[in-house]
């Protein structure tokens, strides 16, 4: 499942303008085939350099409130004729970045200097992120006409900002290389403006501070950045590239002292504290009744609050709405239950008082997902939130994280892609406090593949087993069979349960307790598997490894930059057991094989039981992140796992 990303959503969503953030130092005066020749040389193979990528805000006191215009600049020159992928882009409005004008042109190269082309045709629609019911945000798309190798395409436009605490960070560094980026930012000396750099221990960042009059003009400006990595299952851009997180401390007020706005998790507690202070207090009865119905007989409170999640989980369906302030505020217990669906903060807080009316006191709970790389000690602002969720103090200090929008989270789990994070717990109104989230065991999320197969007379083999998945496993696999029909649930199970050779066929499966909490997600199934068995004279060769996980995941540590994500650690248990053909004995039978790593690991075991060959197989994975420095371990790894997959049971024909 994806992670929700409404709470929070405004700072995500301009974060989307990263590759519009574009700004500019005056070009020298150069003829386009000598900047062309310039730019390829330093950047060796990329299609599209930006020249220039800067963004100008300026902050203005209007009363009590700040007011924020933003004017960004993008200047990119094409380099070869596949940047014809780069000729359409787009900008966004929404209720925290409104977008007050926007040009865009074709520099055309003609002789030694450029011909301007305009855009005019600029089209508006909304713009809806995946798993996204409602959202406000807006995009204008556009083509730049005329684009070919030494065009440049040039874009400017000014969005208002209405609200200081929503504000985009500053990426020095896009989807291809930049010449010059700049962020400046002029604001009155009674403002207070603080900000937080990340990831440029690699990237000269030069600032200035300039007093004029009764401003301060803060500059940031980085030269002749590279195009980052592009790897797959790499993280999101905000863990390795290097950006600028901007954020309003302290302004000035009309009456009284100056006011705190973003200076540390207390205010922004405040913000949050804010969102749901409104919430009506009235009970709703038809939900007090479900309540009560829910919690008779049941002998402890951690069954009651069990009972309670899994209701929501099974009655309220998880609708993202993105609108404005609506996608911060909850709405009503009461109108939650009565619609039987709603986004993440209002399954919080429907979780959150369905507790409350049983006697069982619990938090609104605000938190990051495994997207965003920041912690509250480091940032407190908007951009380190982006989902919302109940916690359930099961014991001082002991804390249970409710996540009613992942249906087929089980109790006691948090959802995969908020382990690890920092959440932010609303003790009351005026009362915050952050606690970590565990990183589950690989054993919280076991698979069970346990087959009996025999030999069939035209060198293949017949099987009949039981797939069992657990936690996280179960979660993901539940997520794929949801809502499939026939046919394509036949489709997904064959490649679940594929092994041997393309030459696999599942002749029967049975899929049990996809909607049954706490008892494992179970595939029965028999299947045939063609031509795998090799027979030489009177012997028979049966490799017993029919699956082999991660066989060819070996890393070129020479080529990949980035680590590798992975969503939760597990471990894979197989037992296979062989019946041995009639008329052989066992002529070899393979030595225990097993490496125990941190970050993984296997153990394969063989032996004789009666007319039987059991293999006996655990693979286990252990990380969440593998950073570059730990590719040689994992390689290393993989070799000896690769090296047991090659082992074969022998049999040899007895003699008469």
């Known amino acids: 499942m994806k992670a929700n990303k409404e709470v929070g959503r405004a700072a995500a969503l301009l974060v989307l303008q990263v590759g519009l953030l574009l700004g500019a130092a005056p070009i020298r005066a150069q003829q386009p085939t000598q900047l062309v020749a310039q730019m390829q040389a330093q950047f060796p193979g990329e299609k599209a350099v930006y020249l220039d990528y800067r963004t100008d805000l ?22 070869d004729a596949q940047s014809v992928a780069y000729a359409s882009d787009r900008a966004f409005n929404s209720h925290f970045s409104r977008l007050q004008k926007l040009e865009a042109r074709t520099m055309v190269p003609a002789g030694n200097s450029y011909k301007a082309v305009k855009v005019t045709d600029f089209k508006e629609k909304f713009e809806l992120q995946s ?20 065009a440049r395409t040039v874009t400017d436009y000014t969005v208002r900002h209405p609200d200081p605490r929503f504000l985009a960070p500053f990426y020095f560094g896009a989807h291809v290389p930049m010449r010059h980026a700049e962020l400046t930012i002029t604001a009155p000396r009674s403002i207070k403006v603080n900000y937080k750099l990340f990831h440029v221990e690699n990237t000269p960042i030069s600032f200035t501070k300039q007093e004029k009059g009764n401003l301060i003009i803060y500059r940031w400006t980085a030269e002749n950045l590279p195009s980052p990595p592009r790897d797959d299952d790499g993280p999101e851009a905000a863990y390795y590239l290097p950006h600028l997180v901007y954020f309003v401390e302290e302004v000035p007020s009309v009456a009284g002292p100056p006011r705190k706005m973003l200076a540390g998790v207390p205010e922004l507690y405040n913000l949050y504290a804010s969102f749901v202070s409104n919430l009506d207090p009235k009970e709703s009865p038809a939900l007090h009744k479900v309540v009560d119905s829910l919690v008779v007989g049941a002998k402890t409170e951690q069954e009651r609050v069990q009972r309670i999640y899994y209701w929501v989980q099974d009655n309220i369906r998880y609708v993202a709405f993105e609108n404005g302030m609506g996608g911060f505020i909850p709405r009503d217990a009461g109108q939650v239950y009565a619609k039987r669906y709603g986004d993440c903060k209002d399954m919080a807080n429907l979780t959150r008082e369905m507790l409350r009316m049983a006697g069982i006191k619990s938090y609104l709970t605000w938190i990051g997902t495994r997207d965003l790389p920041y912690r509250y000690s480091e940032l407190a602002t908007p951009g380190v939130d982006n989902h919302m969720i109940t916690t359930y103090e099961a014991s001082p200090g002991k804390y249970v994280f409710l996540d009613a929008t992942n249906k087929y989270m089980p109790f006691g789990m948090p ?13 009351d109104g005026k009362n915050c406090k952050v606690v970590g989230v565990p990183v589950m065991e690989k054993d919280s999320s076991p698979i069970s593949d346990v087959s009996a197969v025999k030999l069939d007379d035209k060198g293949g083999l017949r099987g009949k087993g039981s797939l069992q998945l657990s936690g996280y496993a179960k979660v993901r696999q539940s997520y794929a069979l949801d809502g499939l029909d026939q046919q394509q649930e036949n489709k997904y199970v064959k490649a679940l349960l594929e092994r041997g050779n393309n030459k696999f066929f599942v002749d029967s499966y049975k899929v049990s307790h996809l909607d049954t909490h706490d008892k494992p997600l179970t595939i029965d199934y028999e299947y045939r598997l063609q031509d795998y068995v090799q027979k030489l004279d009177d012997e028979i060769y049966v490799n017993l490894n029919l699956e082999q996980p991660y066989a060819h995941d070996k890393i070129d540590a020479t080529k990949r930059r980035l680590p590798r994500v992975n969503e939760y650690a597990h471990q894979n248990r197989t037992r296979t057991e062989l019946e041995i053909p009639a008329g052989y004995d066992v002529e070899y039978l393979p030595a225990a094989a097993e490496s125990h790593d941190p970050l993984f690991g296997f153990r394969i075991k063989y032996e004789r039981q009666g007319n039987k060959i059991v293999q006996d197989r655990e693979v286990y994975i252990n990380y969440l992140m593998l950073e570059p420095k730990q590719f040689n371990q994992w390689n290393a790894g993989i070799e000896k796992l690769n090296a047991a997959y090659r082992e074969t049971v022998i049999f040899k024909k007895k003699r008469v």
């Open 58 to 79: 300026t902050l203005e006191l209007k009363g009590d409130s700040v007011m924020i215009l933003a004017r960004h600049h993008q200047d990119m020159l094409h380099l």
């Open 131 to 150: 798993g996204i019911f409602y959202d406000d945000t807006r995009a204008t798309t556009f083509s730049f006409p005329a684009v070919s190798p030494g």
């Open 415 to 427: 959802s995969s892609f908020i382990q690890g994070k920092e959440a932010l717990l609303a003790i």
